[in-house]
């Protein structure tokens, strides 16, 4: 994959990034929806496919970008397809200032420090090219406004703007209802944008993860139809932090 362009976490990102404040909107949902961006990446990559509400590798070659590849060979580890759910529900740690960093490195944000209270130090970040942020923007603005169907590309990032709540922060207020309602509906333009948005909203609402049932008692068989417990699902692993090590990233 040619890092000529822009990732899908990326544009979430750039799109969650409050150019006022220097902090992203939606923090907690946004790490769900970084997660889900990743899949639609390896999707639209030709790495992953959707299989019912499952995720399989299909081409497990890497992509030649670190973070996706490593959630690529994650993925492949499993050996099996893994629910949509349960992946994006896993432990996501590090994911958002991974891609913070590398944003940073590319001069697409840059690092501002502060203090939170005056004593705990902070790291805000400002969109260095803003440009960028206003086509990602107007992507979503033409889609919205003629009512064609995007390209999936477009499609997909609509639809992750929405299950992480984005809506009201692209569109705010009553003059933003009709936008946002928009936004929303843009979620069936995208067989694996509408899945991955689908899990995301799911696991914020509590369904990440089935009721687990107990072990068969010793000499006693488990219940007809009963199902192990799924594996939970693994996240990219925390990424070693440069700097100050105190350094707290803002929400």
Do not use: F
Not at 49 to 59: E, F, H, L, N, Y
Not at 142 to 170: C, E, F, M, N, Q
Not at 221 to 250: C, D, K, N, T
Request: glycine share 10%; proline share 11%; with cysteine.
């Amino acid at each position: 994959m040619g890092r000529s362009r822009r990732t899908l976490p990326e544009e979430l990102l750039l799109l969650a990034l409050d150019p006022a404040t220097g902090t992203t909107a939606q923090p907690q949902s946004l790490d769900l929806g970084l997660a889900g961006a990743q899949l639609v990446e390896l999707a639209l990559a030709g790495r992953i496919a959707p299989d019912g509400d499952r995720i399989a590798v299909v081409v497990p070659r890497p992509t030649g970008d670190p973070t996706l590849d490593c959630a690529l060979e994650l993925l492949r580890r499993r050996g099996a397809p893994v629910r949509a759910v349960h992946w994006i529900g896993g432990p996501r740690l590090g994911l958002r200032q991974t891609y913070l960093s590398h944003l940073e490195r590319c001069g697409m944000v840059a690092a501002v420090p502060g203090q939170m209270c005056g004593v705990l130090p902070t790291t805000r970040y400002q969109a260095t090219d803003t440009a960028i942020s206003r086509e990602i923007r107007a992507r979503l603005d033409s889609a919205i406004r003629t009512g064609v169907p995007p390209d999936p590309r477009t499609a997909a990032l609509a639809a992750l703007a929405h299950a992480v709540g984005l809506g009201k922060h692209l569109y705010p207020g009553n003059e933003g209802r009709s936008s946002r309602s928009r936004l929303r509906d843009l979620i069936r333009h995208d067989p694996m944008g509408g899945l991955v948005a689908h899990a995301v909203m799911d696991v914020q609402n509590g369904a990440a993860a089935p009721p687990r049932r107990g072990p068969a008692a010793p000499g006693r068989p488990a219940a007809p139809g009963a199902r192990p417990a799924p594996e939970p699902a693994h996240g990219v692993p925390m990424q070693p932090r440069h700097g100050s090590m105190a350094r707290a990233v803002a929400h």
